[in-house]
């Protein structure tokens, strides 16, 4: 049995975030700029659900859609002119020419070879992306720095702070602190708003609320660099405070904080929260793309959204969810692993996929990706079985506070999997961790192992029937199911 169940489409806090208005001409007014153009989703009613998932293409190579990939490559040459950073547009021709949201590194590599420097900085970021202490030099990551740095060269401002911070730390290259600094000056020289707001972080000018009082950052906050005032606003020390930034930085054209008001309106003006939900869809804010793709797609909506009017629709909600996890979002790239893995919401059951998305997640600092990739690598899910490599992603996991990787860390523990000797008494103090950390599931586990007991931990029945007691007491009639299913089938974790 898992650890702990979760809504894998709409947590109760996305439910709470986006209770709205949908009238339906206005939801496919406000996907159009977003759903792949080709695609056959906006030709049908909103409502009528749709549960099987698009064929991919045969061939998902930029060759072999030499159309979709001259509009990609625009956008890329677009964001270049522009120094943005916003792939969102680029990413909507791949999958509507391939269905597929893996065929991008193939996309990225052939603009990259063509000298497109967002493509450049897209592979080199992500190579960059989750580098261990002994990666550091290693062939690929100074491979990974020479492509940004060759994005900085061609004036990319979001490559020269990519190179920056890479100096900083020494990535890929030898750390030169100076050069650094003059990477990020030159960064700033354009003008452009995103650099200049890295600066002013990268330089701990802008490190929360206070800062806004420093000169550099009241002279951002004058020039009207939305960045600035989304930070400081996400940063107030007060709700009156928060409000009154997050509406500033609306104003300006920030996406985020668009979608942020959407969220902290929904409850009290549901009118007002789906109008800047839509807004920040159209600003092509990859959490407000996501979001809205999960109220499409679940099935089993509250009836606070429910009566709203919010259609279900599986085709369009996948292509939504997709688009946000090819622009970044990694709770998309969650959602996506966990769709494969149960075959549900119109995808076909694919490990392998699956484990992919789990991967990029994980690399991208996705605490609830890492646990998922620890444990379909501990149980050979999806890539061939490697309990030693799942240990350090299960350990960042549990770290980052994610309870299901106690549970898991307790598994491994009792059982001694990977090089870790078999220790009971271990487990056990490890499932205490996990209740000490709200988890009452952890009672179900301890009832377990004090029953059988094990190396260094003595059964003890009286112990057993106290802790299932107490399960009893927090989760009612699941706990003895738990219990059962453990007791027949044995300890075995699930995603």
């Known amino acids: 049995m898992p650890a702990m169940k979760t809504s894998v489409l709409i947590q109760a806090g996305l439910c709470a975030a986006a209770p709205a208005l949908f009238a339906q001409d206005d939801l496919l007014d406000s996907l159009k700029d977003v759903l792949p153009s080709e695609s056959s989703t906006l030709e049908q009613p909103a409502a009528a659900p749709q549960t099987t998932q698009d064929a991919q293409a045969a061939d998902t190579t930029p060759a072999a859609h030499p159309k979709e990939y001259a509009a990609f490559k625009e956008r890329l040459q677009q964001e270049a002119k522009a120094c943005n950073y916003d792939f969102l547009p680029a990413m909507k021709a791949i999958l509507t020419a391939t269905n597929d949201e893996f065929a991008v590194d193939a996309w990225m590599r052939q603009a990259a070879a063509e000298g497109v420097a967002p493509a450049m900085q897209y592979l080199g970021d992500k190579m960059l992306t989750g580098v261990t202490a002994e990666e550091l030099q290693s062939p690929q990551v100074k491979e990974a720095f020479a492509m940004v740095k060759k994005a900085a060269d061609a004036g990319y401002a979001p490559a020269m702070l990519n190179v920056a911070l890479a100096r900083i730390n020494g990535i890929g290259t030898p750390k030169d602190e100076a050069q650094s600094r003059k990477d990020m000056l030159a960064a700033c020289k354009g003008g452009q708003f995103m650099p200049r707001f890295k600066w002013l972080q990268?330089?701990?000018?802008?490190?929360?609320?206070?800062?806004?009082?420093?000169?550099?950052?009241?002279?951002?906050?004058?020039?009207?660099?939305?960045?600035?005032?989304?930070?400081?606003?996400?940063?107030?020390?007060?709700?009156?405070?928060?409000?009154?930034?997050?509406?500033?930085?609306?104003?300006?054209?920030?996406?985020?904080?668009?979608?942020?008001?959407?969220?902290?309106?929904?409850?009290?003006?549901?009118?007002?929260?789906?109008?800047?939900?839509?807004?920040?869809?159209?600003?092509?804010?990859?959490?407000?793309?996501?979001?809205?793709?999960?109220?499409?797609?679940?099935?089993?909506?509250?009836?606070?959204?429910?009566?709203?009017g919010i259609p279900h629709n599986d085709k369009m909600g996948r292509q939504l969810i997709r688009l946000a996890a090819m622009s970044g979002n990694t709770e998309a790239r969650y959602m996506l692993g966990m769709s494969y893995h149960d075959g549900k919401y119109g995808f076909a059951k694919d490990d392998t996929r699956a484990y992919?998305?789990?991967?990029?997640?994980?690399?991208?600092?996705?605490?609830?990706?890492?646990?998922?990739?620890?444990?379909?690598?501990?149980?050979?899910?999806?890539?061939?079985?490697?309990?030693?490599?799942?240990?350090?992603?299960?350990?960042?996991?549990?770290?980052?506070?994610?309870?299901?990787?106690?549970?898991?860390?307790?598994?491994?523990?009792?059982?001694?999997?990977?090089?870790?000797?078999?220790?009971?008494?271990?487990?056990?103090?490890?499932?205490?961790?996990?209740?000490?950390?709200?988890?009452?599931?952890?009672?179900?586990?301890?009832?377990?192992?004090?029953?059988?007991?094990?190396?260094?931990?003595?059964?003890?029945?009286?112990?057993?029937?106290?802790?299932?007691?107490?399960?009893?007491?927090?989760?009612?009639?699941?706990?003895?199911?738990?219990?059962?299913?453990?007791?027949?089938?044995?300890?075995?974790?699930?995603?």
Request: hydrophobic residues 40%; contains cysteine; proline residues 5%.
């Open 356 to 495: 992919r998305n789990f991967a990029i997640g994980a690399r991208a600092g996705d605490p609830m990706c890492s646990f998922a990739q620890s444990l379909m690598l501990l149980k050979g899910l999806g890539v061939q079985k490697n309990e030693k490599a799942s240990l350090p992603l299960m350990l960042e996991a549990a770290n980052r506070g994610i309870p299901s990787a106690l549970i898991l860390m307790a598994y491994v523990q009792y059982n001694g999997l990977g090089g870790i000797p078999a220790d009971a008494y271990k487990a056990k103090q490890t499932l205490q961790d996990a209740l000490a950390n709200n988890v009452p599931e952890a009672l179900v586990y301890l009832a377990y192992i004090t029953a059988r007991g094990g190396v260094n931990l003595e059964a003890d029945a009286a112990e057993s029937a106290m802790y299932l007691r107490m399960a009893e007491h927090d989760l009612k009639d699941e706990a003895k199911k738990m219990y059962d299913d453990m007791e027949k089938n044995g300890w075995d974790p699930e995603l």
């Open 202 to 308: 990268l330089t701990g000018r802008l490190d929360g609320f206070d800062s806004k009082d420093k000169p550099e950052v009241k002279s951002e906050i004058e020039r009207g660099n939305h960045h600035v005032v989304y930070f400081l606003g996400m940063q107030a020390p007060t709700d009156k405070e928060r409000s009154e930034w997050l509406q500033n930085a609306v104003k300006l054209g920030n996406a985020e904080a668009v979608y942020a008001l959407s969220a902290a309106c929904s409850a009290t003006m549901p009118k007002q929260s789906y109008q800047l939900l839509q807004e920040a869809v159209k600003m092509h804010s990859p959490g407000a793309v996501f979001l809205l793709g999960c109220l499409l797609t679940e099935p089993n909506q509250p009836a606070a959204v429910k009566g709203l």
